[in-house]
């Protein structure tokens, strides 16, 4: 399992998709709402990456098999992971973003003619690069509107993206869409601009993000 998989697990994305992501854990537990699957982790915490700490990893799902939360069980465990992953080289493929403006038709999560086209250029060169690529996709949205309405367009949008990868080839299960809204923005604008400007200088917010993993799966050949 590669360690950077680890960044795909988080809040929101299912029991399936960690499976996919990170393998089997080494224990389940059953408790009063929910589970939690704990996994023993081999983290390096020398620079020559020659020596590592035996770390355990702890995954809580909600009763609908959803993350709700993950944590190290030592804390020198979490500060040995990211000073690692600082030295590590970002994946090709990780992440893609993709305007919400050319992938959709507007205002609506029916992908665009073009959307397609960039969808399946997108699966050609994941499909080449990766032997079993988990993918974890998450839509956003700019703050025009109210926040439901833009956590709801983010979500659908989202999975229209699920929706077409799988429909290209890929498995369901290895899929994770969510929507953000407009929790995560990239660009700040002034709330003085006209609503033309406003919608024009915050349309780097509006996208879908696709982040590629290899699978757990990859290293026992798939």
């Not at 929910?34 to 035996?54: A, K, S």
């Not at 498995?171 to 604008?189: F, H, K, L, Q, W």
Request: net charge negative; proline share 4%; hydrophobic share 35%.
């Amino acid at each position: 399992m590669d360690l950077r998989n680890l960044e795909a697990v988080e809040a929101g994305v299912t029991s399936e998709f960690v499976n996919s992501a990170i393998g089997t854990p080494y224990y389940l537990y059953t408790l009063p709402k929910g589970e939690q699957w704990d996994y023993n982790i081999n983290v390096p915490f020398t620079r020559d990456d020659e020596n590592y700490l035996v770390c355990q990893y702890k995954v809580v799902f909600s009763p609908q098999k959803v993350v709700e939360e993950t944590h190290w069980r030592r804390a020198i465990c979490e500060q040995s992971y990211l000073a690692w992953l600082s030295r590590q080289e970002p994946t090709k493929y990780n992440p893609i973003n993709f305007s919400a403006d050319v992938l959709f038709v507007f205002d609506t999560a029916e992908l665009s003619t073009k959307g397609v086209e960039l969808l399946q250029s997108a699966s050609n060169d994941i499909k080449r690069d990766f032997q079993s690529p988990v993918i974890s996709l998450s839509g956003h949205a700019d703050r025009i509107g109210t926040d439901e309405y833009n956590m709801n367009l983010s979500s659908e949008r989202a999975d229209s993206v699920r929706r077409q990868f799988v429909e290209m080839g890929f498995d369901d299960a290895e899929i994770n869409a969510v929507g953000r809204g407009e929790t995560s923005p990239v660009v700040y604008c002034d709330d003085g601009l006209s609503r033309e400007a406003l919608i024009e200088c915050l349309q780097p917010n509006r996208r879908v993000e696709v982040d590629v993993y290899e699978g757990a799966d990859s290293a026992n050949g798939g």
